[in-house]
Every structure is written in C-alpha cells, then in structure tokens.
C-alpha cells in the first residue's frame, strides 16, 4: 500500500524536487535538460540514473573528438534526448547536434525540450518490433549526407536489431561519417567475459525484467541468424539482441570501420564502464 502511495505521488514529487535541483546546478549546467519521470525512458527512469549516463558519455564523446567545439553529432536512437544533453558541450560554436529515432512521441517530446537552434530531431519512418511495429517495413537510408558528421552514437539500438538491419545500418555509420570520424556503440558482446559469467546466472526467474541482470543468457538465435542472440523471456527477439564476436567481425568487414576502443559492461557480473558493451568505431 505504501509502495503504491508513494508511486502516485512520485511523478509530482520529481517535479518539484527538479526545480529546486535547477537551482544547485553549478558546474553541470547542460542537467537542466533533464526529462521529467514521464519522459525518461530508455530503460533508464530515474533522474540519479540519468545524470549518472549523461556524465558517462559526455566524458566518451570528449575523448573521442579532437576538437571539442564545433562538431557535428549524430545520435541514433535519441530517445528523448540522454545523448543530446551529453552532446550539449561539443556542438557549440557553429556545431550541430541532430537525433534520428523511429518513435514520433520521442521525435516530438525532444523538439519540445531542446531549444537550442544547433539542435534537431528526425522521425525515421521504419518498424522494429519492439518501439515502432506498424511503421514501413522496408530498409532505407538514414536522411543525413555523406561524410557529414565528427561522431555518431547510438545508445542501445544495435541491442534491438536483427542481423538484416543490424547489418544495413552499420554500412550507414560509415557513409555519414567524415574519415576519421567516430561512433560510440553498444551492443551485448557475447565474448570470454560472457561464457564466464553464465555460471553466475539463472534464467528460470520468469520473465524478462531489464533490472534483473541474472536473466540476461542470450541462448536463443534471433529468427535465423547464426550470431545474432536473443533470450527466450522476450515477446520479440529485437526486445533484446545481442551479438556473436564472429557477428563483430561481419560488422566490421560490411562498413570497414576499425575498432578503436572497447569497454566491456557490467551486465557480465563484472565491474565495467557502463551497462552494455560500450566500442568505439573509426572511419
């Protein structure tokens, strides 16, 4: 009764304690953009929880850009807008920022919040099953030129791909960015450090629950793929895929991208970066 008390309240309550925390803010100023509860999604609800991921990617996309103003980010999968606020500081002085995702609310809710005229947002019109299912079904080109972007990222978007768009998809990261150009991604790589945490897990819990990392044994292929993985607790396999290292190695070979960094994630019962399998891309 108490748990479900305080849940009513709990959106009203963020509200309130967001104004005040504005008032604090004093040397991470891009944390005003913050969604409220209702709007933070992603697998990522609480506000501790946002500002934790923002600072972990702001502190990525630093490293990997030579020049830290100016740039030209393109964030796949935006959502609304975690990696636009990580974004914030590098696309100053005549830099852009543009998010591409497939579901309109994310698309409106970010043109809502983002003022900033360096910043837009694209509703991409194609289905995936678990965020967007009646949309068009077939493959297309992101809407972004050639070799026009610093840095690409995508925040848990190849973890909702099939091998065929998964694919598709990766050959775009390297026509949109410039050479030497970057992409910050991640994925659940089934490598070492997964075999030896399966000893660890138990996939009997019942069904999958995104905060329960003891059911993340990816033993199921998604549809007819040889290395791409889903869990057999999932209504759809794009609810959660993840990736042989021959599946790495595909990707690579398809866009001829080099890898340039991995950091290994903690769903591995290991301490690590962030949640998922972060890897850096060169052009």
């Known amino acids: 009764m108490k748990k479900k008390l305080a849940l009513k309240f709990f959106p009203f309550i963020d509200k ?9 803010i004093r040397r991470t100023k891009n944390l005003r953009l913050i969604p409220e509860y209702k709007n933070r999604r992603g697998g990522k609800l609480s506000y501790g929880e946002w500002a934790h991921v923002i600072g972990i990617f702001q502190s ?5 850009l030579p ?15 975690l990696l636009g606020i990580s974004s914030e500081p590098y696309v100053s002085n005549n830099g852009s920022y543009t998010g591409i995702d497939v579901m309109t609310d994310d698309i ?8 900033q005229e360096n910043y837009k947002f694209i509703h991409f019109d194609i289905a995936n099953p678990r965020y967007a299912s009646k949309q068009s079904t077939e493959l297309k080109p992101w809407p972004i030129e050639d070799e026009s972007k610093d840095l690409l990222t995508a925040l848990s978007v190849w973890t909702h791909l099939r091998e065929e768009d998964a694919r598709f998809y990766f050959k775009e990261i390297a026509r949109v960015l410039k050479p030497k150009g970057r992409a910050i991604i991640t994925f659940f790589y089934l490598d070492e450090d997964y075999e030896e945490s399966l000893s660890k897990r138990n996939n009997e819990k019942g069904r999958f629950h995104a905060t329960n990392q003891l059911n993340w044994i990816f033993d199921q292929k998604a549809y007819d793929s ?10 759809n396999p794009e609810d959660a895929i993840a990736i042989s290292k021959n599946a790495l190695s595909l990707l690579i070979k398809d866009s001829g991208l080099k890898i340039y960094d991995h950091y290994p994630g903690n769903w591995k019962e290991q301490p690590g970066l962030y949640f998922q399998d972060v890897f850096v891309f060169e052009k």
């Open 16 to 24: 309130v304690f967001r104004g005040i925390d504005r008032q604090h």
């Open 60 to 64: 990525l996309i630093y490293h990997n």
């Open 67 to 81: 020049s830290k103003s100016g740039n030209h980010i393109l964030d796949i999968g935006c959502g609304t807008g």
């Open 108 to 115: 409106n809710y970010c043109q809502f919040n983002f003022k």
């Open 226 to 235: 040889e290395d791409w993985f889903s869990t057999k607790l999932v209504k």
